[in-house]
């Protein structure tokens, strides 16, 4: 009989503590009354803080693997998660006053963003095709519940309904691509399943690229990129704007980490073939995100195409296969949720009772009436747009340089063609907000409170601090690939 070992339990710290805090918020949200609900919001940031400071503790020197070597912690996981704790921080708290607005400030929310979060977390560390495909369920299952939040919106509903059966399709064919090598290599775990298909790349090609097209078209699919973006507009705008701050932010991250474990250290001997697969869903996304977004009127479904552009970018620096490329690509990838968090941290001030202010005719005349908040969105416009001295622009740089390493120049053009291309719907909100005078019945009334002001500025001067001093986080970056 096989004698039962004790998993190491410190590794998973991180997950445990934020697994305990969610059961914790979800018994005591029962005893709360509405005028009471800040508890619950006190609680879930809390139980952010513990986490991120959970995951400083047991960060290790060298990566460190724990049950059976499914689950790893390493510096890519540790500066990964800390991001994740804090761009969720942000959505919690920029959310309040919405959630208050629209009446849909209930407990649960805070529970089911938790819970995605500890989904993402379980991505970002997951060395096992399995404990990936876990850590996907929880996440996307999460996120399909807080779209349909708002029981009275139909949109709301048919967004979620439309998500949750493409992101169904997606994950089944995900899991059909996992289940095809796990019959040629016999392994789910990602170490092993390096070992053995460097060994099996002539015995079985034909199922390869078969298992290999399956998983690069459900990643497609999670990350957003074309053609498998089709859900993503239309989520964008259906969903709560509280909800679309959370979808356009964090689980980014997670993609990102779950291309780097699938890809990267799973399948590093068939990067030939899923770099070309990823340079053709890269410059499809940039092209097509960047021209739709142009006839978007939309603020909310603009910036969704705008997301698809930027996950061609993310695909770029992954594609160029080299440890410069990775730590771009990461680096792209964090910097645009923080820059996402200001755009609908706005966006979400601009929303009151009975109204959903998400057109970019909306913000006409901001910066007469409130110029701090058009400021800190024209800075997140202009660092999506990559212009100097904000991070974006950082960010495009390094990515283009680690294309133009491995002498794809063709490759950084097209890139920066597009992005002059996208440029335009960048500019324009900036002059809808600057230039167009509103009407004067439609003056814009912004009610905040002075936590949320401080976050908000912080976060989009954070914006023009990385593009000044990138090497503060890009120097975290190089260091989990080295």
């Keep these: 009989m096989a004698e039962f070992t004790q998993p190491n339990l410190l590794p998973v710290l991180p997950e445990i503590v934020m697994l305990a805090m969610i059961c914790l918020v979800l018994i005591v949200d029962l005893f709360l009354s509405q005028e009471k609900r800040w508890i619950s919001l006190l609680l879930s940031v809390l139980t952010l803080v513990l986490t991120a400071v959970a995951v400083i503790a047991v960060a290790p020197v060298d990566s460190v693997s724990t049950f059976g070597g499914s689950f790893i912690l390493d510096q890519l996981a540790v500066t990964l998660k800390i991001a994740v704790c804090v761009v969720v921080i942000l959505v919690f708290i920029y959310s309040r006053d919405y959630l208050v607005d629209h009446e849909i400030y209930k407990g649960e929310y805070y529970v089911l963003g938790l819970c995605a979060t500890l989904g993402m977390m379980i991505m970002i560390s997951a060395h096992s095709l399995l404990l990936i495909y876990l850590g996907l369920e929880l996440l996307s299952l999460s996120l399909y519940a807080m779209i349909a939040f708002n029981r009275n919106s139909k949109s709301a509903s048919e967004s979620a309904m439309k998500y949750f059966v493409l992101g169904a399709m997606a994950s089944g064919i995900l899991l059909y691509g996992i289940s095809i090598f796990y019959g040629i290599t016999g392994t789910l775990n990602i170490n092993q399943l390096a070992e053995v298909v460097s060994l099996r790349i002539e015995q079985y090609p034909v199922p390869m690229a078969f298992a290999l097209?399956?998983?690069?078209?459900?990643?497609?699919?999670?990350?957003?990129?074309?053609?498998?973006?089709?859900?993503?507009?239309?989520?964008?705008?259906?969903?709560?704007?509280?909800?679309?701050?959370?979808?356009?932010?964090?689980?980014?991250?997670?993609?990102?980490?779950?291309?780097?474990?699938?890809?990267?250290?799973?399948?590093?001997?068939?990067?030939?073939?899923?770099?070309?697969?990823?340079?053709?869903?890269?410059?499809?996304?940039?092209?097509?995100?960047?021209?739709?977004?142009?006839?978007?009127?939309n603020f909310k479904r603009m910036l969704a195409y705008s997301t698809i552009s930027h996950v061609g970018f993310i695909l770029l620096g992954i594609l160029s296969g080299t440890a410069n490329g990775y730590a771009s690509a990461m680096f792209y990838t964090i910097t645009y949720a923080i820059t996402s968090s200001v755009a609908f941290g706005v966006l979400l001030l601009l929303n009151r009772k009975g109204s959903e202010a998400e057109n970019i005719a909306d913000l006409t005349g901001l910066n007469d009436s409130h110029p701090w908040h058009a400021a800190m969105l024209a800075i997140a416009m202009f660092s999506m747009a990559g212009v100097p001295p904000t991070v974006g622009f950082y960010a495009k740089l390094s990515v283009l340089q680690s294309v133009v390493q491995i002498e794809l120049v063709w490759l950084a053009v097209f890139a920066v063609l597009f992005s002059v291309i996208g440029l335009f719907y960048y500019l324009r909100v900036i002059k809808v907000m600057y230039f167009d005078k509103p009407i004067p019945d439609q003056i814009i009334t912004i009610k905040q409170a002075l936590d949320v002001k401080i976050l908000l500025s912080a976060n989009g001067l954070t914006l023009l601090g990385l593009g000044i001093f990138p090497s503060a986080l890009m120097g975290y970056c190089i260091l989990a690939f080295s």
Excluded: C, E
């Design 213 to 297: 097209t399956f998983i690069v078209v459900g990643l497609a699919f999670k990350l957003g990129a074309v053609p498998f973006h089709m859900w993503l507009p239309d989520v964008y705008q259906g969903a709560p704007t509280s909800v679309t701050l959370l979808i356009g932010t964090a689980p980014k991250i997670a993609g990102f980490a779950m291309a780097i474990r699938l890809l990267v250290d799973g399948l590093g001997d068939l990067q030939v073939d899923w770099s070309q697969m990823l340079m053709a869903l890269s410059v499809l996304s940039l092209a097509i995100g960047n021209v739709i977004a142009i006839a978007q009127t």
